[in-house]
């Protein structure tokens, strides 16, 4: 079974400064997918940014961009310049090729503060 | 159109009402998802449609039936909740079975307070 740990409940960054996010997952399979997912206060679950396991490239999406270290089953997200929209609760998931069943981590909450 | 819509956004029910939630994507997705999501919590899977098949959490209890009537929409049919089922739905679809066919996309979600 898939497990995804995220081991920083709550985090917070200044204005402009640059935090990163933890994530761990622990998996037998070799074809899968890593998501970070952020969810605004009241506000719906968006994508934040994707991986996948066979690229070793890392990702990135303008402001966030990952380490993937996938010897060692780590998925850090990086949050550059960070801005007041920027806060909210956010998840790291994990999901297979050809399985429905994406697995979330606990999430961590994120203040942004001005 | 990128938009996973949910109604209603708000329902509070009592223990012996029968109620649904509603779910609508004009994206073209084939798998379509319910999750249950606490306070403070990351969402949990409950059902999921892929292509037309029913998959279910056998963790769910049966007083929540899922409803696929087109590959567009999902319904969830609740009927003698507890207190305890009192959460944030999330309704979601991907574009097909499992995660190489891309993300999830989430609707807004249905705030269920059940008294």
């Known amino acids: 079974a898939q497990t995804v740990t995220q081991s920083q409940p709550e985090m917070s960054v200044q204005e402009a400064e640059t935090v990163t996010l933890s994530c761990t997952y622990d998996t037998s399979e070799n074809n899968y997918y890593l998501f970070w997912y952020k969810q605004p206060p009241s506000r719906q679950m968006i994508l934040v940014i994707r991986q996948e396991a066979y690229k070793q490239q890392n990702a990135t999406e303008n402001r966030f961009s990952v380490n993937f270290q996938k010897a060692a089953k780590s998925f850090s997200l990086k949050i550059s310049d960070s801005q007041l929209g920027d806060t909210a609760m956010y998840f790291c998931a994990f999901g297979l090729y050809n399985n429905n069943d994406m697995r979330f981590g606990a999430g961590t909450r994120l203040t942004v503060k001005p | 159109d990128t938009e996973v819509t949910q109604t209603p956004k708000h329902l509070v029910m009592g223990m012996t009402n029968k109620k649904s939630l509603k779910c609508e994507q004009h994206?073209?997705?084939?798998?379509m998802y319910w999750y249950k999501q606490k306070a403070k919590k990351p969402p949990e899977l409950m059902f999921v449609?892929?292509?037309?098949?029913?998959?279910i959490n056998e963790s769910v209890p049966s007083r929540f039936s899922p409803e696929c009537p087109n590959s567009s929409l999902l319904n969830l049919h609740l009927h003698a909740l507890q207190p305890e089922d009192s959460a944030l739905y999330l309704c979601?679809?991907?574009?097909?079975?499992?995660?190489?066919?891309?993300?999830?996309?989430f609707g807004e979600g249905s705030r269920l307070t059940v008294l």
């Open positions: 979601a679809s991907s574009l097909g079975q499992g995660a190489g066919t891309g993300e999830l996309f």
């Open positions: 449609y892929s292509y037309e098949k029913l998959s």
């Open positions: 994206m073209g997705h084939r798998a």
